[in-house]
């Protein structure tokens, strides 16, 4: 480990872990405020997001005080270029990933900020996909696509840091290297190995079972990281379908034609 | 204004404006590992992010000492599902969502990391649009694709902060209202008053043109945020198939099908 030069911000960053259990507690309204004010403050490239609040905690993921459903927003910019006579014409895919990244930069600010506030917090990541029973609920317009979902409150439980792949895995300096089978191996030990000493998902009790022909090999002696997420993208969701259908029904087409 | 809670995290985060302007002086590495465990430490689905460094910054951006190139990345995961007999059969519209996101939380960490080490930051968002080009340069292999650029090095400039919607237009609770007019002025004025009381737009020599029949009639004493990004989403990019060739070409299909 090479000298660090940490700082109260860094240190911050370095700690996050996601919090899935909640004291009863109530987030005062400036802290609210100050939150998405954090959020607001994130680089943009055209404030295309809306955040919606829930404090209805019986409702929420983990039963938070607070929920915040992160949505990107092109309905809001559409009504300022309507009063100046414009129309959005750019395509449904751009204004999409631009959007994206406004809402996720700015998503991001936020958990910092509760962070800093001494909350936890936990992204809520299938949202998307059920975008239109979000949207019915929410009563969102058309244009506006819930991203992702944000439980905040503070934490009721203490969990440490989860691990994360070597630095080497990572950051590449001038090209994308040829990734040999000793880098591959360490990235895969460093996170299994971590998964497994902390017990995290016997905790959670949360093996994924397998589809087809695969035999079952694996307890939670064995059952980390790679495991789980080989589980998920070697089985889940094969099909477009459903995602790009959730954006239709808001307004979004990846088709390849133009708006209007 | 109310009362607000903030702390030096808050206040770091409030204070974000991008630099456009660098000093000559190297960034060492250890704050260049510092930046990018920062960014590791965040939330993610898949870790499904690469980060490429240059520091060749007489081809950089604003010719900033440091340029990273954040990537959504599929392709180091199907390195270690290989080693398990595993293959990524989720499809690409979902990699992509979730990917997005692993790498977009990652960037914005890197930004406010930087940031509490006194450097400064810029976001570069057209580099999904010269995707082919950028992946040859660095070698990208298939199932990589660069989401943002982002600049980074000690400031040579110190702007104000730029002007953000009011609260009441981005923040909304249970439900998303009837956006009325006045709420829709308002923000406008915000956002317009704002930039032009910092001559944003002159200062950068930044008014782009009109297409087709509409007549000029902004000068730098009127042209100000609401009237830029009506030109660009407003003119540009009315066609999807730019964006869908790039990711093509790094081996995403979003057509209604499945993997394999």
Known sequence: MQDKTYNS???????????????????????????V?????????????????????????????????????FHKIGKIMETKNWKVIMNDLSCM?????????????????????GLGTCYIGSVPYYADKIAERLKLPQKVFPLVGLTVGYPAENPPTRPRYPLEFVLFENEYPELDK?????AKKE??????????????????GLIGDREETFDYDSYSW????????????????????????RGFSFKDTENE
Chains 1, 2 share one sequence.
Request: with cysteine; aromatic share 10%.
């Open 9 to 35: 911000a860094i240190n911050l960053l370095l700690q996050h872990r996601s919090i899935r259990k909640y004291q009863d507690k109530t987030v005062p309204d400036e802290i609210i405020e100050n939150i």
């Open 37 to 73: 004010q954090s959020g607001q403050q994130a680089a943009f490239a055209y404030q295309a997001y809306s955040v919606l609040l829930s404090r209805e905690k019986e409702k929420h993921p983990f039963h938070a005080p607070l929920y915040f459903v992160i949505c990107i927003d």
């Open 97 to 117: 990933l631009l959007g994206m990244q406004d809402a996720a930069y700015m998503a991001q600010n936020m958990v910092i900020a509760a962070e800093s506030l």
């Open 182 to 186: 000793n880098a591959v191996n360490r």
């Open 191 to 208: 996170m299994d190995d971590g998964y497994l000493s902390q017990n995290y998902y016997r905790n959670l009790n949360a093996k994924l």
């Open 226 to 249: 790679t495991e789980h997420i080989s589980r998920k993208l070697g089985q889940w969701e094969p099909s477009t379908k459903r995602l790009l259908e959730q954006l239709e029904k």
